[in-house]
């Protein structure tokens, strides 16, 4: 079936450095994907999406691009801020079957330090 | 209104009655999800309703878990004989064209 596999925490930066957080996925067809951010003490957020290959989504500095070749949709942010510090969890909602409910990465937590 | 409600934002049970957990969806948001949240946990799918089709109750934990969705709108996740380990942080999300709008959720806890 399909799954989102994005890479384990804690992840741990200083301020102003490169991010990157890993997802892959497997799916049938053409998923819609989307990164979702959960700040301390709040609720789910959606981040950024894109429904299609090569889209890239982005939003609040961050982007990430619908890779079909590699099965990836990896979030990136060229200069992290410490308000950044957040739980991501990137997702996909199925493009075919009759269930289309959204499958989850178990979420990365990020930490940015002044 | 404007984001997905969800009431009471704060419960506190004793171990063994039941409880309703309310979720107010985003008007013309055909999909909606339950899911749980421990403490610096993901994410729990526990149901899923689209549309006029049969649930996805694939997630519920166990039979003291319920949940309905009247006229394609309001949902109400039941947990009968609640235990300790059902506290956590129950969220509801409503979606359209699968990107999912969560609500603050309930925190349940039971003593």
Redesign the interface.
């Known amino acids: 079936g399909d799954s989102v596999t994005q890479m384990e925490g804690p992840v741990t930066l200083s301020e102003e450095a490169f991010l990157t957080i890993n997802c892959t996925y497997t799916a049938t067809g053409y998923p819609?994907l989307?990164w979702?951010v959960q700040y301390p003490g709040?609720?789910?957020?959606?981040l950024l999406?894109a429904?299609k290959a090569d889209d890239k989504g982005s939003n609040k500095g961050f982007e990430a691009t619908y890779r079909k070749e590699t099965t990836s949709f990896h979030l990136e942010k060229g200069s992290v801020q410490v308000s950044d510090s957040a739980v991501y969890?990137c997702?996909l909602?199925p493009s075919a079957g009759?269930?289309?409910?959204?499958i989850?990465?178990?979420?990365t937590s990020l930490a940015v330090n002044p | 209104g404007a984001g997905v409600s969800q009431s009471p934002s704060n419960k506190v049970t004793e171990k063994g009655k039941d409880v309703e957990l309310r979720c107010d969806p985003i008007s013309g948001h055909t999909?909606l999800?339950w899911y749980r949240q421990s403490l610096g946990q993901?994410?729990e799918?526990l149901i899923?309703f689209?549309g006029n089709?049969a649930p996805?109750k694939s997630g519920l934990p166990s039979d003291r878990f319920s949940a309905e969705r009247t006229g394609g709108s309001v949902s109400t996740l039941t947990i009968q004989r609640t235990q300790q380990e059902d506290s956590a942080v129950y969220?509801c999300?409503s979606?359209v064209?699968?990107?999912?709008?969560?609500?603050?959720?309930t925190r349940l806890t039971v003593v």
């Not at chain 1, 709040?42 to 959606?46: A, P, R, S």
């Not at chain 1, 009759?98 to 959204?102: A, F, G, M, V, Y």
């Not at chain 1, 989850?104 to 979420?107: A, E, I, P, S």
């Not at chain 2, 064209?97 to 959720?105: L, R, S, T, V």
């Open positions: 819609s989307f979702y709040e609720g789910l957020q959606l999406k429904t969890f997702a909602s009759n269930n289309r409910k959204l989850w990465g178990l979420g | 999909a999800y993901g994410l799918f899923y689209q089709s996805d969220l999300a979606s064209k699968g990107a999912a709008f969560f609500g603050q959720g």
